[in-house]
Each structure stands twice: as C-alpha cells, then as structure tokens.
C-alpha cells in the first residue's frame, strides 16, 4: 500500500450503483477496502430497490449515499426513497452517510432527520467554476446554520465535476478556499473531479487518456498540505453522466488502465468474448511493462486469466465485466501505488 497520505482522509471513489459497479465494490479486498469510503450514487427507483436488496452484502463498510439527481437536486420521490433505505436497510446500512447539497440543505435535512438515527451527514458541494470558491464559502456557511445540521457533519466533497484547466496563479485561491472551508468545523474536506472523456472515438486501437484529476489534487494538496485534503474522483468514467445516459454502454470492448498519470485505453473493435481476449494480449504484451499482474487486482486477474491458455474459455470473462475491472484496477491503483 502507499503510504505517501496515510494521514489524509480515505480516497472517495464516486460510484454509481449499477450491477458491475456492485461487482467492483464486492471485490476489493484488504488493505483497500479499509482505505476506500466510496460515493454511491443511486440515480433511478430500480437502483433504489437494488440497494434496499442487496446493499448490505455488496458493501460492508462505511460509505457515502447520495440519492440526488445529477445537478444535486433531491426532489420528493428522492427523499422518499432515501428515507425508505436509511429505515429499512440494516447491518452495513447502519454506517452509510447521506450526501446533501449544500444549498438545498435548509429544505433536505429536515425531510430526512428522523430517519438518521446515529447516522452523520456529508455536504456535497457542486462547483463547476473553481472560481466561484471563495463565494461557495457563504453556501456552505448557510448549510451549517441550518438547525441541527452541524452537529452532524464531518465532510465535505468539494466537486469540480470535469476536471478544470486551472492556471498555476489561480491554484492558490482554490487552496485557500478550501482551507477556510475546513475552518469552517469539518473533519474531512476532500477535492473531487474527474477526467475521463465522454467518449473514446478519438482512440482508435489503442492510446491513452491523461489523469488530470490526479495531477490537479497533487497540485492543490501540495499548497495547502496541513489541510489534509482528500482525494476524490470519478474514476475511469466521465462525470457527466445524466440519467438518460446512465445505462449507455458502447458496441466495443474497453481496457481502462489506469497508471500514474494516465490511463492506457485499449479498444477492441466490437464487444465479444474474442475480442476481450484480444485486446488482454495486447495489454500483457505489447504494455508488459504497464501491467501490473493478477495479483494487483481483481481487474488484473480477469486480465490475465484472459490470456492463460490454461484457464478454459468458459471461465474468461469479457463484456460487462471490464466494467468491475477497471474500477477494480483504479481503486487499487490509487491505494496501493499513489495515495
């Protein structure tokens, strides 16, 4: 495991609760899994009744819950469904944290309250002009005066969405908003955006994709470092996803890599089980160096199981799965090698 931030908060994947995301979630294994608080995000009503079936034996830890629409919106049937699982759901259900907007606060915690029990609450602050920082501040101020509300909050997410082109005169106004935020009585703030683009037309084969997310946090954590800043992204996912595009997948089998400072992207040229095995070769061969063997991740396993002439057809896994694997891969990536 890295232990370059061991004191800093754990890294918040922003997750959406999809099958091969549950998938991802399931098998992470120790020491991960105790560094990992992920932000799941549950986006329609069939998500919803998945978490109410099946949350407690995917994820066994504590994680973050954020039931809003893609703006940060928590609307009635929202609430409703969000209050339903802080009620029903037990065994690790009893440590999640619900997310709440900032600026709906005043009208969200109290629809939610007697549903808490012991539970905490988080503040997700959508930002996507890291100019408007320092004003967000008097936002968040607002939040906490809310009654009740501030005895409850440990975190903040700070969310960039895509990740911005932030010039090196401008970093420092991030920074030191983000540390008036901690100020502010929080005992985790963390950094999150994302860097995956929309699409991957532009690679045809294979190229790579780079980790600016990555690259910004390291930049604001280092001029701000007594703040502990967490980090936090989208992995290898775009993060404007809206809902009708929540379950679009393409026509063509995907490795997502994630490394350093980058993500190798290997594109096959459609989606079956052939084509996995494919485009696998070409990333425990051509890319020997880059990969980093079975026994790094699930992800990696699934990888080069693909391309063991030992392990029969039937068991290599291709399709929907490169979903669980490159999560799988990302979040230890992060852990292990970075964070």
Same mark, same amino acid.
């Given at each position: ?153 440990? !975190?903040? %997410?700070?969310?960039?969405?895509? $990740?911005? =082109?932030? #010039?090196? *005169?401008?970093?420092? @106004? ?89 993500? !190798?992207? %290997?594109?096959?040229?459609?989606? $079956?089980? =052939?084509? #996995?095995? *494919?485009?696998?070769? @070409? ?57």
């Amino acid at each position: 495991m890295a232990a370059r931030f061991d004191t800093h908060p754990q890294y918040v994947p922003i997750i959406k609760w999809q099958k091969f995301e549950q998938r991802a979630l399931s098998e992470l294994v120790a020491p991960v899994v105790g560094r990992t608080l992920p932000c799941i995000e549950v986006r329609l009503p069939g998500q919803h009744a998945s978490m109410l079936e099946s949350y407690a034996d995917v994820w066994k830890q504590p994680a973050l819950i954020d039931y809003s629409n893609p703006d940060g919106d928590l609307n009635a049937s929202r609430i409703k469904e969000l209050n339903e699982f802080l009620k029903v759901v037990g065994g690790s259900g009893k440590l999640v944290t619900p997310v709440l907007n900032p600026a709906t606060a005043a009208k969200d915690f109290p629809a939610i309250g007697p549903s808490l029990g012991n539970r905490k609450i988080a503040l997700r602050l959508r930002l996507p002009e890291p100019g408007d920082a320092p004003g967000a501040i008097l936002i968040v101020k607002a939040a906490l005066e809310v009654p009740g509300l501030r005895q409850r909050v440990e !975190r903040l %997410i700070v969310d960039l969405g895509q $990740t911005p =082109a932030i #010039s090196a *005169a401008n970093r420092p @106004v991030l920074a030191a908003s983000l540390q008036a935020l901690k100020g502010q009585g929080f005992k985790h703030v963390h950094l999150a955006s994302g860097s995956f683009p929309a699409s991957l037309a532009h690679i045809n084969g294979a190229g790579e994709v780079k980790r600016k997310d990555w690259e910004l946090w390291t930049q604001i954590n280092a001029l701000a470092p007594d703040t502990l800043i967490g980090f936090a992204d989208y992995g290898p996912l775009n993060p404007n996803w809206s809902e009708e595009t929540l379950k679009r997948r393409g026509n063509r089998v995907i490795i997502r890599y994630a490394l350093n400072d980058k993500w !190798r992207i %290997i594109r096959g040229q459609n989606a $079956t089980k =052939a084509e #996995s095995i *494919a485009i696998s070769k @070409v990333m425990t061969t051509v890319y020997a160096n880059e990969f980093l063997g079975a026994p790094f991740s699930f992800g990696d396993r699934l990888i080069a199981d693909r391309v063991d002439p030992a392990v029969p057809l039937k068991n290599k896994a291709g399709g929907h799965l490169h979903i669980s694997e490159f999560w799988t891969h990302h979040i230890s990536y992060v852990l292990k090698k970075q964070y």
